[in-house]
């Protein structure tokens, strides 16, 4: 094989083939070329193994650089991927930076704009309470100030609003030449009412009566209630005193109708001055004034009436304002006496009482009856202590009697609704009784409806503990009243009075005379006694005793009389 590799078949010995030397020097060179050819192949081989080493090593090299480059490029890779992670994560964190910074400040923006809002919210929620308040303010402010000038329960002018409107009424006229007029107007037996029925229900006629009232005024008029059952009207255009006169006549008209109260048709008058400007008074004062002196004489003329003033009316009403000024002082100076009048019993003919009257002995104006005093003692407050003065009298008067040994007879004493809802009533009676030494059983106390109707169960308590202490009770005026049956068989009643307006027309009204009569058969169904007040005839007389009537009072049977003259009737009797 040569160096090309190629065989050659000249070159080539067979071994099985020569001899001799020949074939020794053939064989030389064949070893030799063997020799040099491994020589030649080991040269070869080394060369190979050289270069398989060199290129071994710079495979190696290259495989190196090739792994520094990787490594490189690697690291490179890596250094960029870093630094593009650091970019992105700058960048991520320059985003959430910013994210936070811009919720930061929309959370303040937001909370900025939430405490506006709530500041807004409280100033319009300010503004609007400060509305609402100035509004109650002003509101409280008007009710005041209709509370100040108006009446509390009518909701009618008070004094104060009266007095400024008469005042620029009074004024006006004066200006323009013309006249106007004041009217007082007072309520009849509305006291009697509000006693018998309480306060409750008279307040709600009030009301009523108020609106009726106005219902019959212009709206140029004014009403105004004084306190109690007083009112006043201002008719500041009037031509004629006529026109004021039918003012009057709408106004009665009005309150005689019937008003339901509380289940009760009540019946109520009213009694009312009239003064004319300028002619009675040329200033508020005496405007007033003349108009309730006109009102007293409208009562005193018989109630449920008008009157106009009069010069002379005057005269009057300064008697009235003497009489309750001296009436201060009769008690101290023991002006007042008791007359007796009889009571009969109808079928004997018999004295078995006697009621005790009040009359006041005036140093100026001679003997008073109660009419003429007993109202104004009532109105000043003076009823109290004259009405325990004549009970007093009159158990001392009648144990005078008894001692003196005249026939036994039982006492009648009124007893007016002040002294019936004083505290110490009770105590009162009996206190009287010890002091004067009259046995109880010859006292009887009368009361009217009104007074027991008005608290039935306060009075059926102290009734009865007036019946325990052995005193008599009898219904003065029956029939007149709120009559409810219902208290005879309640309270603790001994003797029914009829009352003298039945009595006086029963001959001649058949009405009256079946009031009389069913009075007397309820008495005697309920055994009762039945006395009639006020007979003045033997007509009247005959009716009663045909009628079984127990017992009359009258001046057909006795006037009063003083106590002296009385013992006198009780030794004689009485010739029917």
Not at 372 to 381: H, R
Request: glycine share 6%; charged share 25%.
């Amino acid at each position: 094989m040569n160096r090309d590799g190629n065989d050659d078949a000249s070159d080539t010995d067979d071994p099985g083939q020569g001899g001799g030397s020949s074939q020794h020097q053939d064989r030389l060179p064949a070893a030799l070329e063997k020799e040099v050819t491994r020589r030649e192949s080991a040269v070869i081989d080394d060369e190979a193994a050289i270069l398989g080493r060199k290129n071994a090593a710079t495979e190696r090299e290259e495989a190196a650089l090739l792994r520094e480059n990787a490594a490189g490029l690697r690291e490179g890779a890596v250094s960029k991927r870093e630094e593009e992670a650091l970019v992105r994560e700058d960048s991520v964190t320059s985003r959430e930076r910013d994210s936070r910074a811009a919720e930061a400040l929309q959370a303040t923006a937001d909370e900025h704009l939430m405490i506006l809002q709530q500041t807004n919210a409280r100033l319009v929620v300010a503004t609007i309470e400060a509305h609402e308040l100035a509004e109650q303010v002003q509101a409280a402010r008007d009710q005041m100030d209709h509370f100040v000038h108006h009446d509390v329960l009518t909701g009618l002018p008070n004094r104060m609003l009266l007095q400024d409107r008469l005042g620029q009424a009074i004024e006006s006229a004066r200006r323009q030449d013309r006249q106007l007029a004041v009217m007082f107007l007072d309520l009849d037996r509305f006291k009697h009412i509000n006693d018998s029925l309480g306060h409750a229900v008279g307040d709600q006629l009030l009301q009523s009566v108020a609106q009726r009232l106005v219902d019959c005024l212009r709206h140029s008029d004014t009403i105004s209630r004084q306190g109690g059952d007083e009112f006043i009207v201002l008719l500041p255009h009037v031509e004629h005193a006529e026109d004021a006169a039918l003012s009057a006549d709408k106004m009665l008209a009005a309150l005689a109708l019937p008003q339901r109260i509380d289940q009760h048709d009540l019946h109520i008058g009213v009694s009312i001055g009239i003064s004319i400007y300028p002619n009675d008074g040329q200033d508020a004062e005496t405007l007033l004034k003349s108009a309730d002196t006109a009102m007293y004489h409208a009562k005193e003329s018989g109630r449920n009436n008008y009157k106009f003033f009069e010069q002379d009316m005057n005269t009057r009403a300064v008697q009235r304002q003497s009489i309750e000024a001296c009436l201060r002082r009769a008690l101290e100076r023991q002006e007042f006496v008791l007359h007796y009048q009889p009571i009969i019993h109808l079928l004997s003919g018999a004295i078995v009482g006697v009621e005790a009257l009040i009359r006041w002995q005036h140093p100026e104006q001679g003997l008073l009856l109660p009419a003429q005093f007993v109202p104004i003692a009532e109105d000043c407050g003076l009823i109290l202590p004259l009405g325990r003065w004549v009970l007093r009298e009159a158990c001392l008067q009648a144990r005078i009697w008894r001692q003196a040994g005249l026939p036994p007879i039982t006492v009648a004493v009124n007893t007016s609704a002040h002294e019936f809802r004083a505290k110490d009533f009770l105590e009162n009676i009996r206190a009287t009784l010890e002091d004067t030494g009259l046995e109880p059983h010859y006292l009887e106390l009368e009361l009217t409806e009104n007074v027991l109707i008005r608290d039935a169960d306060s009075a059926a308590s102290v009734l009865c503990a007036v019946a325990d202490l052995g005193v008599k009770l009898a219904i003065d005026d029956f029939g007149t009243g709120y009559s409810s049956l219902s208290y005879l068989r309640q309270f603790s009643i001994d003797a029914l009075k009829i009352d003298q307006s039945f009595v006086n027309q029963m001959i001649s009204n058949q009405d009256d005379a079946a009031i009389v009569s069913a009075v007397i058969s309820m008495g005697r169904s309920l055994k009762k006694r039945v006395l009639a007040e006020g007979v003045e005839t033997s007509e009247q007389y005959s009716f009663l005793l045909a009628l079984h009537c127990d017992e009359g009072q009258g001046n057909y049977f006795g006037r009063p009389v003083v106590a002296e003259e009385f013992a006198t009737l009780l030794q004689t009797g009485i010739s029917l």
